[in-house]
């Protein structure tokens, strides 16, 4: 069975949800796609994958895994096919190196339904049937499933009012997962820009997505990952503070890939939540070795308290292969065991802050 938050250890290893895929995955989905597979062969083939990803998170040592989102495409794709109300259109961009414009998008011909919710529900029940460790159920937030999405202005008047459409879509899966067990659900959401409204909309939006949930609830915040590309200026001052009227236990964003540029904001967020902090760079082929991975860590340390930390990638690993991504949660765990031990020994701890209640 999992293991229950009270055995966790300080400075608890986890994931952001995506795991690289194999090489064989790739041919698979082209298959599918010329038709050479039946229900049971695609049955088999996503099962055979979210098995691969738990055995590589808990082989790694990660501490709260996921299924790997492996069931999904391109991060939110998939839940497109469970929507009415939309008109698969052609990429912009056919020819050169992959990048926002070269996915497929929809246009709305009319108010976008999931009748059928979103697919995380089942996601997450055979995780938990497969699983030993400790389980995180994600979830992509309001502005993430309208990104590849073009509103038209007979249907919505702007991307802000697109976004609000899948509040209660979401709303109503959160709950079904918490009724299907998950004590612990993060929503991946990019930055507030893409929508046009600002920062307090944003909250907004993520707030009224999360009203009755009742599980430990992780906000995680990335500036766009698709081809290990940014989509954003990546900076997250502007989300202040707006970000921490936030209804959350954690907010979970990205430092490695930026060098570790405003992790002086560790000070300012664990005032209220946990810390998700990203040390593993997912834009990167280079193999962080445990020390780099943890002179990182002991920089988040320096304005944090261990306690209110957790240690994660900066984002998903969909977009580097499997090989690579077993490599880097391999050495973010061993990176995290030198600064556990410090913790565990008293030499270093973090600034102290005073818990809640």
């Known amino acids: 069975m999992p293991t229950s938050p009270s055995t966790l250890p300080v400075l608890p290893t986890s994931v952001i949800g995506s795991h690289g895929l194999p090489g064989w995955m790739y041919s698979a989905l082209e298959m599918i796609d010329s038709g050479r597979f039946g229900p049971t062969d695609e049955r088999e083939l996503f099962d055979d994958a979210v098995n691969m990803a738990i055995r590589d998170q808990e082989r790694a040592g990660v501490d709260i895994i996921s299924d790997g989102e492996m069931k999904r495409w391109k991060f939110v794709q998939s839940f497109y096919r469970r929507m009415t109300g939309l008109q698969a259109q052609g990429p912009l961009r056919k020819l050169g190196p992959e990048g926002y414009d070269s996915v497929p998008r929809y246009q709305a011909t009319e108010r976008i339904k999931a009748p059928q919710g979103l697919g995380i529900v089942d996601e997450f029940n055979f995780l938990k049937q497969h699983a030993t460790h400790r389980l995180k159920a994600t979830c992509p937030g309001p502005v993430t499933i309208s990104i590849h999405i ?131 760079d997912v834009k990167s082929f280079h193999q962080e070795p445990p020390e780099l991975v943890a002179s990182r860590i002991r920089k988040v340390l320096d304005h944090a308290p261990a306690e209110r930390v957790r240690i994660v990638p900066d984002c998903g690993f969909f977009t580097v292969p499997r090989w690579l991504c077993v490599s880097k949660l391999t050495n973010m765990v061993a990176g995290t065991m030198i600064v556990r031990s410090e913790v565990e020994r008293g030499s270093r701890r973090g600034p102290r802050r005073r818990q809640r209640v």
Do not use: W
Not at 156 to 183: C, M, P, Q, S
Not at 260 to 272: D, F, G
């Open 150 to 280: 073009r509103e038209r202005p007979s249907v919505y008047r702007d991307r802000l009012e697109l976004a609000n459409e899948f509040v209660d879509v979401i709303n109503t899966e959160l709950k079904a997962l918490v009724a299907a067990g998950a004590d612990y659900v993060q929503i991946d959401e990019p930055s507030h820009s893409i929508i046009g409204g600002s920062a307090e909309d944003y909250v907004d939006l993520y707030n009224r997505c999360v009203r009755g949930v009742r599980a430990r609830i992780a906000l995680h915040i990335c500036f766009g990952n698709l081809a290990s590309r940014a989509r954003f200026e990546r900076t997250y001052a502007p989300l202040f503070p707006a970000i921490m009227d936030a209804r959350a236990d954690e907010l979970v964003f990205e430092f490695a890939n930026r060098e570790m540029r405003e992790v002086e904001l560790a000070s300012q967020i664990t005032e209220k939540f946990d810390l998700g902090a990203g040390v593993v």
